[in-house]
């Protein structure tokens, strides 16, 4: 176990799991307060468009698809603001949408060898220092101004309509929220990749709810989940050379399960 | 002075009037009840009130100020309690919590929430009777002790006028009056201005100072007895409407269906 830490490519998964689970533990409790959980799969397959885009224009994918996707979270956003189409409904179209055009591009790019395969599933074993500078700078930012809105964006999760009289500047904080989603989203995709992303930024919270009745603390068991299922998922993939997206995917499905068990049979908390 | 001013208010949503030219003043630490018919467009007029709706014509003044003003520069002036308390009944806040909330506008973005806003929420619930209930996963409360930690969430900002939308529509009848009484007993304490929208035209009239008839147009503004004894009613709900009298309380009515027109 300790001659694991001595490679240089495990350091760096384990930073980049750390951080990535902190940052989606965080952002998964509001997904889930504000039934968001869809979101997670159309934004992550938003970035799959951003990821064609970015070979087929031959720049980093990573800038491509940062700005792709944060286009595409405004535009859900602006479509529930406006009221004419039902959110889940917008999603649905852009998440097929997306898709196609991103694999459009990858025929046009003709350019068949590129490593999509890592973009779907991730591969945190070989994420490069840049990656994870990367992941650092953007999860960094992204705790920051979530700690920072946290008290208005529990209330428009709460009660949007009320925060709003409140003079609580809740459309705002809805996009806002929207393009932290899609940073994290993108920058997640090398760990765990797109097909898996969404599931760290639902699991956690839902897992966390379990344990508490009360937002406090069902925020660090959120966290708590998250960091256990990314250290967990890492030394289980590779103890038992696994799949590592997966497996801390599956690992976090487990723990979830042992919390409804722990819901229905389990004391109640109350902080 | 006038705390509430509207003058020839028309809201048009989806091509349908829903409110024809309304006119309506509230002097401060009167109580309103706006009384109608369900569609009649009450909770229209809360939210144009509330600066959520655009009216095509007329105009709106909260102690001389436009709606949305109020809201933007003024927190604190409006206190607001939805017919619908909230959306999500499973939502992991405390009763203690959720009267903090009406504060976080107050104390503005980037700042915590102190230990000075905590003992006012709980004197806030205090002052509604539900003190004993602070820690109380708020999904965990009856529809009426819901609707007091609201009027405590409202009442931490201090504010001058408090608008209620049906707020007993998921209260039990026995403590429907329970709750009036309270509404009552803050209006004099805290010298607030009351607008009380309500289908209730049983006991809504009883605990207010003034009655308003709303079915598309306006129909009357004036005392309880008043309005209780007139045709005004008859017209607004387009069918006969009877009361039988508790001294000068009307306390049951009975309606007799037959369409007038």
């Not at chain 1, 951003?50 to 405004?74: H, Q, S, Y």
């Not at chain 2, 609707?147 to 707020?167: C, T």
Request: aromatic content about 10%; charged content about 15%; some cysteine.
């Amino acid at each position: 176990m300790i001659e694991l830490l001595s490679y240089q490519f495990m350091q760096r998964a384990l930073a980049a799991g750390i951080i990535i689970s902190l940052v989606c533990g965080i952002l998964s409790f509001f997904v889930v307060l504000r039934r968001l959980s869809f979101i997670g799969v159309g934004l992550s397959h938003a970035a799959f468009g951003g990821v064609a885009l970015g070979f087929f224009l031959g720049v980093e994918p990573t800038w491509t698809a940062i700005g792709f996707c944060v286009a595409i979270a405004l535009l859900i956003g602006m479509i529930k603001h406006k009221g004419k189409i039902q959110e889940d409904t917008a999603i649905g179209i852009f998440f097929a949408a997306n898709m196609a055009f991103g694999i459009m591009l990858i025929g046009l790019s003709h350019r068949y060898n590129v490593d999509l395969f890592g973009y779907l599933f991730g591969n945190i074993l070989a994420i490069t220092a840049y990656d994870l500078k990367m992941i650092t700078v953007v999860g960094s930012l992204v705790l920051v101004i979530t700690a920072l809105f946290f008290k208005e964006l529990l209330f428009c999760s709460f009660d949007e309509e009320m925060a709003g009289i409140c003079s609580i500047p809740a459309v705002p904080l809805n996009y806002l929220f929207m393009v932290l989603l899609s940073l994290v989203i993108v920058v997640s995709i090398k760990v765990v990749g797109i097909v898996l992303v969404s599931a760290l930024l639902v699991i956690p919270a839902a897992a966390g709810r379990q344990f508490s009745s009360n937002y406090r603390g069902m925020l660090l068991a959120s966290v708590l989940v998250g960091l256990l299922s990314a250290l967990g998922g890492l030394f289980l993939s590779y103890r038992f050379d696994l799949p590592s997206g997966s497996t801390i995917v599956l690992l976090a499905t487990f723990i979830f399960g042992l919390s409804f068990l722990w819901r229905l049979w389990g004391p109640t908390l109350y902080t | 002075m006038k705390v509430l001013e509207i003058n020839n208010l028309t809201v048009v949503r989806d091509g349908t009037v829903i409110l024809d030219n309304i006119n309506l003043e509230l002097e401060e630490g009167q109580s309103l009840a706006v009384i109608g018919p369900n569609g009649g467009g009450k909770t229209t007029l809360v939210k144009t009130i509330l600066g959520l709706l655009q009216p095509q014509a007329g105009s709106i003044r909260i102690m001389g100020l436009p709606p949305e003003s109020v809201i933007r520069k003024r927190p604190g002036t409006i206190g607001y309690v939805a017919q619908r308390a909230f959306y999500d009944p499973d939502f992991p806040v405390s009763a203690l919590d959720v009267v903090m909330m009406g504060k976080y506008g107050k104390i503005g973005l980037l700042r915590p929430v102190g230990r000075k806003d905590r003992e006012e929420a709980l004197s806030c619930l205090e002052t509604v009777g539900m003190a004993n209930f602070a820690f109380r996963p708020i999904g965990q409360l009856s529809g009426g002790q819901q609707q007091r930690i609201m009027i405590a969430r409202s009442l931490i900002i201090h504010p001058r006028m408090l608008i209620l939308d049906e707020p007993t529509s998921g209260v039990d009848a026995g403590s429907q009056e329970n709750f009036y009484r309270l509404l009552r007993n803050l209006q004099s304490a805290l010298s607030l201005s009351i607008i009380q929208v309500s289908h209730d035209i049983a006991l809504v009239p009883s605990y207010s100072d003034q009655v308003a008839c709303l079915n598309k147009q306006l129909f009357l503004h004036g005392k309880p007895d008043d309005v209780m004894h007139s045709d005004i009613l008859k017209q607004a709900y387009g069918c006969q409407v009877e009361f039988l009298f508790h001294g000068t309380m009307p306390h049951r009515t009975v309606e007799e269906h037959r369409e007038t027109s």
